[in-house]
């Protein structure tokens, strides 16, 4: 083991430390899927950076070019709307990149139109030092996958028994606001066996340029993410918690360790940072760690844990 990574996977403490579905992370933040998810050295970096947990970027059967500039958009220096059209490297190339990975606690996120694309890419990736997998259910801006595949319950449920059957591995559905209300979406998931549930993805939306009166991305519709829809996030995460008792990893708008408590309050046992590593960068997982650890620690409480739910009761 790398002498350095040995030190950081030593600092794994009683207070920060979480466990959902079979997973056990050093502290509660992991990234998001999609921010700079497809390269062993920057994960490797990300770890010593103090990430708890890192979502690869979605992985599809075949590699994906994406969409042509622009392709991502900032909004009020907080949100961006992204339509990057899942451009990916595909399942051979990216198993072959993280073939090296021997301590860094990788999430690999899949994504595919049909059931019968995912036991090609698990056979891939089940024999990689890898914690488990997210299945990428509500990405909103491209055609047959992601959020097209998520708004079909049938699909949904066929998805999730196929890889049930081909790993033994922890299986996390990531759900979104498409056409079918997320508590139920997450129903099917939990129903079919999901292990957890990751919410939310990004949510379409669109800007247009005044001046040239055209549609800023290449794409015209994206998905929005950041502090815009950090609420409809929290809802979420409080009604799939709440309502089905499902482990959930919160998302959508975390960029400050209060974010991160308001996640886990909700419900969430973990959250994930993406725009905020935009606008932020790497600190930002230190600095939410400890402000999770501060919190904890006024709170006289002895694990983050302890916290994960506790507004459902009212
Ligand atoms: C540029 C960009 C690319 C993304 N790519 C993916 C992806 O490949 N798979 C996925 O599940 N989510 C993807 N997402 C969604 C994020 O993982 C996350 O769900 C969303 O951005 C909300 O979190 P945030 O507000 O912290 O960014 C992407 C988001 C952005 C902005």
Not at 40 to 61: E, T
Not at 243 to 259: A, Q, R
């Amino acid at each position: 083991m790398h002498r350095r990574l040995k030190r950081i996977h030593e600092q794994y403490n009683d207070l920060l430390s979480v466990s959902l579905a079979g997973l056990q992370l050093r502290n509660p933040t992991m990234l998001a899927s999609g921010f700079l998810g497809i390269s062993q050295d920057v994960f490797n970096r990300l770890y010593r950076m103090g990430a708890g947990g890192i979502v690869s970027k979605s992985i599809s059967i075949e590699p994906i070019e994406g969409y042509r500039n622009p392709t991502v958009f900032s909004l009020e220096e907080s949100s961006y709307i992204n339509a990057v059209g899942l451009a990916n490297p595909g399942a051979e190339a990216f198993s072959r990149e993280i073939a090296s990975n021997r301590n860094v606690p990788i999430i690999v996120s899949l994504v595919g139109s049909s059931d019968n694309e995912f036991p090609s890419m698990i056979k891939k990736f089940d024999g990689l030092n890898i914690l488990g997998y997210e299945i990428n259910l509500s990405c909103p801006h491209v055609a047959k996958m992601g959020m097209e595949v998520g708004d079909d319950p049938e699909m949904v449920c066929a998805i999730i028994k196929k890889i049930k059957s081909n790993t033994h591995k922890p299986i996390i559905i990531k759900v979104g606001i498409g056409s079918v209300d997320v508590v139920k979406i997450a129903q099917v998931a939990k129903d079919a066996g999901a292990d957890a549930i990751t919410a939310i993805n990004t949510i379409r939306a669109m800007a247009i340029d005044i001046e040239t009166m055209m549609p800023i991305l290449n794409n015209r519709i994206g998905g929005l993410s950041g502090k815009s829809i950090k609420p409809v996030g929290v809802r979420s995460v409080y009604e799939i918690s709440k309502n089905l008792g499902i482990p959930v990893i919160g998302c959508g708008g975390i960029f400050t360790w209060e974010d991160a408590v308001e996640f886990m309050l909700a419900g969430a046992s973990a959250v994930q940072l993406g725009s905020v590593i935009g606008y932020k960068g790497l600190s930002a997982f230190t600095t939410i760690t400890k402000g999770i650890k501060k919190y904890l620690e006024r709170k006289g409480l002895k694990s983050a844990m302890e916290i994960v739910g506790l507004a459902h009761k009212y």
